[in-house]
């Protein structure tokens, strides 16, 4: 997985499965608060992120599901969902 946060940064984190993703965007979006200098902004961004929560959880898991490499933009959150090669 791999996303980039508006006026943040980028990101990139190798995990189980979509939950897991869920978790690790939210957890940045949470930690990126002292990177804003108005609490307005920061919530624009939370709530972006909430609504690729929703996306991620729905399509993003049915692509990852068929092996297929998912990205969308919510606002100012970016993610790309890439399937494991485990084998």
């Known amino acids: 997985m791999s ?3 508006e006026d ?10 979509v939950v897991a993703a ?3 965007l939210m957890g940045s979006v949470e ?3 002292r990177a804003f200098d ?6 624009a ?6 609504d690729m929560q ?13 092996g297929v490499t998912w990205s969308s933009t919510a606002g ?3 993610v790309m969902l890439i399937p494991r090669d485990d084998t």
């Open 3 to 5: 996303w980039s946060l």
């Open 8 to 17: 943040v940064g980028t990101a990139s984190q190798r995990v189980d499965d």
């Open 22 to 24: 869920t978790h690790a």
């Open 31 to 33: 930690n990126s608060r």
């Open 38 to 43: 108005s609490l307005e902004s920061w919530q």
């Open 45 to 50: 961004l939370r709530t972006s992120a909430s």
């Open 54 to 66: 929703t996306r991620m959880l729905d399509a993003g898991r049915e692509a990852v599901e068929r």
């Open 76 to 78: 100012g959150v970016r």
